[in-house]
Every structure is written in structure tokens, then in C-alpha cells.
């Protein structure tokens, strides 16, 4: 079945580095794109970006452009968001979801990886 | 950047229809993807392009379309469609995702 395993929680201090991976199973990992989507405490769903597997071209929200960075590796069919300059309200849970591309719905989620930022 | 209001809770006792509403300028010329959130669990895709439903989800969901609303219905509300919803469009110029700020269902 498709799925979507995210890598384990961690705990970073303020400026630090986190990267997330998302390994993808049971559908053909570059026919898609992920897209990296957070939800921080008590704060609805919010959209940081989207890469294309097969390609890599990436598309970020502005609120993020300036530190954040997507790949994709298709050798493991692993998609990684590395998000730099970490601020204690980066504390969220980060979810990776399958993107079809042009308008298409984010079909299958990841389990989420909550990273908490804390002195 | 393209802006979708819901409003913050709605309820709705069980058996009833509870409706659930994206507002954003002209919506009804883009398509409307609605998911499911349940307290600690990942969101779910409940309807995608404006009202089709994916395998495995009840038909007491449905999602209509049109000028500046999206609406998710759920008819015969269930104790366990206790959750947020969130609407999502994608903003074509940027190629981004948008999401709604969440409406939480409480079921009376």
C-alpha cells in the first residue's frame, strides 16, 4: 500500500538545524511530488513547500524561503526538508504528504515527526 | 497570496447535517481539497476536487463549490467525525499550496 514513514522526533536549541526525511512506498516515487506541510501548537495546518521527485524543482512559502531547503533522493525514494535557524515557535509537528502537482489534493500524509526547539 | 477564511467551530448533534464553509475571492474558479484532523493522529483527505470522495470515506461526506464558498457537508454526524477540517487550494501563479485556518467540529 502506499505509505509515507517520516524519521523520529527530535530536539533542537534555538539556531540550530533540523532535517526531516520521509521515505515513500507502494507507488512510484518520482510520478510524484512531497510537499512539507507543519502544525505548530494550538495552530491550524500550514504549507511550507513542495519538490518534484522526478526533477527536484521546488517551490517554498515565502514565510520560509530564506531557510529552508527540500530534496528528494530517488535512489531510496527518501525526501528530506531541512529547515536552518530553528526559533522556539519552529516547535511543530512536520508532516510530508504525497503531491500530485497542478491543483491535485495531498492524498497520503506521513505519520509526522515532532520536533520541539528549546533552550 | 490567495487568503481562505473558515469560521472557527461549528457543532452539530449526532444524526444531523453539519456543514462546514471555505470562503476566498472567486473560489469557485479553483478546486477545493478538504482534509480531516483528529487529535494526534496525521490529516486525512476527505474530499478532493471540490466533491469527489476517496475510497474508504463515508458518502455522509460530500463538498460543493461555487462563487466565493466552498462547503463540506457531512450528513448523519457520528461521534467520530469529531475533528478540525481544513480546506486547501493551490494558488497556480506561485505554484503554492494554501490551507484554511481550520474549523473544529464538535459533535453535541
Known amino acids: 500500500q502506499v505509505q509515507l514513514v517520516q524519521s523520529r522526533g527530535e530536539v533542537k536549541k534555538p539556531g540550530a538545524s533540523v532535517k526531516v526525511s520521509c521515505e515513500a512506498s507502494?507507488?512510484?516515487?518520482?510520478?510524484?511530488?512531497i510537499s512539507w506541510v507543519r502544525q505548530a501548537p494550538g495552530q491550524g495546518l500550514q504549507w511550507m513547500g513542495w519538490i518534484r521527485a522526478h526533477n527536484g524543482h521546488t517551490s517554498y512559502a515565502q514565510k520560509f524561503q530564506d531557510r529552508i531547503t527540500m530534496t528528494t533522493d530517488t535512489s531510496t525514494n527518501t525526501a528530506h526538508m531541512e529547515l536552518r535557524s530553528l526559533r522556539s515557535d519552529d516547535t511543530a509537528v512536520y508532516y510530508c504528504?504525497?503531491?500530485?502537482?497542478?491543483?491535485?489534493?495531498?492524498?497520503?500524509w506521513g505519520q509526522g515527526t515532532t520536533v520541539a526547539v528549546s533552550s | 497570496s490567495y487568503v481562505l477564511t473558515q469560521t472557527p467551530s461549528v457543532s452539530a448533534a449526532p444524526g444531523k447535517t453539519a456543514r462546514i464553509t471555505c470562503e476566498g475571492n472567486?473560489?469557485?474558479?479553483?478546486?477545493v481539497h478538504w482534509y480531516q484532523r483528529k487529535p494526534g493522529q496525521a490529516p486525512v483527505l476527505v474530499i478532493y476536487?471540490?466533491?469527489d470522495r476517496p475510497s474508504g470515506i463515508p458518502e455522509r461526506f460530500s463538498g460543493s463549490n461555487s462563487g466565493n464558498t466552498a462547503t463540506l457537508t457531512i450528513n448523519r454526524v457520528e461521534a467520530g467525525d469529531e475533528a478540525d477540517y481544513y480546506c486547501q487550494v493551490w494558488e497556480s501563479s506561485s505554484d503554492h499550496r494554501v490551507f484554511g485556518g481550520g474549523t473544529r467540529l464538535t459533535v453535541l
Open positions: 472567486n473560489i469557485g474558479d479553483k478546486t
Open positions: 504528504a504525497r503531491d500530485g502537482g497542478s491543483g491535485t489534493s495531498l492524498d497520503v
Open positions: 507502494g507507488y512510484i516515487f518520482t510520478a510524484y511530488g
Open positions: 476536487y471540490d466533491s
